[in-house]
């Protein structure tokens, strides 16, 4: 199984900062990696797919990059809403496994 | 725009059969994939299987001897059974599209809680 590692866990920040999330996987995915948030009592929302495609509706702040082993989530100027918990999520083709990180929570600092 | 919706009971006794159903609207669940997905405080998100257009399963190897997803076309809807719980299958449940390698959208979740 790929294990997916975040970090950091928490990153506490003020609106207008830029944040910088790393997932390191265990073993190369390619580009197969998605990002999504997940506020308080709802579901993840997906941000970013194959690695550096932002989902439909997602802000130009939001940006990923990397491939293979290792990958960043970038928010350039963080909002109020953007303070959340973000997962990032891999699929091995075969057989079909999906993995999850632990997530990083942006706080307000 | 597709929208899906968890619905089933909160509360199954353990050694029992959790049941949930995922309805669709938006789109023919014949035309996607599909997939469950839940989420507990210790374990964090984790995946459960894929329902695929077709009829045939992929499941979490961990879960994979308990667990049976399936479709009902004429209700454009799919569910989970996961047998024997424990108290270690207490989570938040969700159904989501499953693409090539990511999932959107989500249902809003259901908790659902492994208690005599």
């Known amino acids: 199984e790929i294990v997916l590692t975040q970090s950091p866990a928490t990153l506490s920040l003020s609106p207008g900062e830029s944040a910088t999330l790393s997932c390191r996987a265990s073993?190369?995915?390619?580009?197969?990696l998605a990002w999504y948030q997940q506020k308080p009592g709802q579901a993840p929302r997906l941000l970013i797919y194959?690695?550096?495609n932002r989902a439909t509706g997602i802000p130009a702040r939001f940006s990923g990059s990397g491939s293979g082993t290792d990958f960043t989530l970038t928010i350039s100027s963080l909002e109020p809403e953007d303070f959340a918990v973000y997962y990032c999520q891999q699929r091995s083709n075969w057989p079909p496994r999906v993995t999850f990180g632990g997530g990083t929570r942006v706080e307000s600092k | 725009q597709v929208q899906l919706q968890e619905s089933g009971p909160g509360l199954v006794k353990p050694s029992e059969t959790l049941s949930l159903t995922c309805t669709v609207s938006?789109?023919?669940?014949?035309?996607?994939?599909w997939t469950w997905i839940r989420q507990t405080p210790g374990k964090g998100l984790e995946w459960i299987g894929y329902?695929?257009?077709?009829?045939?399963?992929d499941y979490n190897p961990s879960l994979k001897s308990r667990v049976t997803m399936s479709a009902d076309t004429s209700k454009n809807q799919f569910s989970l059974e996961l047998r024997s719980v424990t108290a270690a299958d207490t989570a938040v449940y969700y159904c989501?599209?499953?693409?090539?390698?990511?999932?959107?959208?989500w249902g809003q979740g259901t908790l659902v809680t492994v208690s005599s």
């Open positions: 073993q190369s995915v390619s580009t197969y």
């Open positions: 329902l695929y257009y077709n009829g045939n399963t």
């Open positions: 194959d690695a550096s």
């Open positions: 938006g789109v023919s669940i014949s035309s996607l994939y």
């Open positions: 989501a599209v499953a693409s090539s390698n990511w999932f959107d959208p």
